[in-house]
């Protein structure tokens, strides 16, 4: 039997190629790569003021949306995933004024500041993406 087309393998073989996902984090603790200090000092703060553990991932092949897979690795990151009672896990996009997607803001909220507000965590949400828009170069 011959394979009258060799070409269709190749596409059939590229379709199941798995992309490799490098996320670059941000946590109160340290950051990834030199630029997101300014993140891992928000983020520092953000735990003292609402007691909030949180951190920023980003990568560049996630969707423009709070991304799932960055959600998941946020979660594990916080070790929210076998503590469900003792805390509650929140993601949020991370989106310039412009409409700039940056990332997702995944936070561990413990159980007992189940009024923790979202407002507040949008707000952080927005002044990361600000330090996105201060360290771009003006045009």
Same mark, same amino acid.
């Given at each position: 039997?011959?394979?009258?087309?060799?070409?269709?393998?190749d596409d059939f073989a590229h379709a199941l190629e798995v992309a490799t996902v490098e996320f670059v984090?941000?946590?109160?603790?340290?950051?990834?790569? %030199? #630029?997101?200090a300014p993140l891992s000092a928000l983020l520092r703060r953000v735990q003292?003021?609402?007691?909030?553990?949180? @951190?920023?991932?980003?990568?560049?092949?996630?969707?423009?949306?709070t991304d799932a897979l960055q959600r998941h690795y946020g979660m594990q990151l916080l070790g929210a995933g076998g503590?469900?009672?003792k805390y509650?896990? %929140? #993601?949020l996009?991370?989106?310039?004024?412009?409409?700039?997607w940056r990332g997702t803001l995944c936070c561990r909220i413990p @159980?007992?500041?189940?009024?923790?507000d979202r407002q507040a965590l949008e707000s952080v949400a927005q002044l990361i993406a600000k330090?996105?828009?201060?360290?771009?170069?003006?045009d």
């Open positions: 039997m011959e394979f009258k087309n060799i070409h269709a393998w984090v941000a946590t109160a603790a340290a950051a990834d790569i %030199e #630029a997101y003292g003021a609402f007691g909030i553990e949180a @951190a920023f991932v980003s990568d560049h092949l996630a969707a423009r949306e503590s469900v009672s509650r896990f %929140e #993601a996009p991370v989106v310039s004024g412009e409409g700039d @159980a007992a500041a189940a009024t923790a330090c996105f828009a201060d360290a771009q170069p003006a």
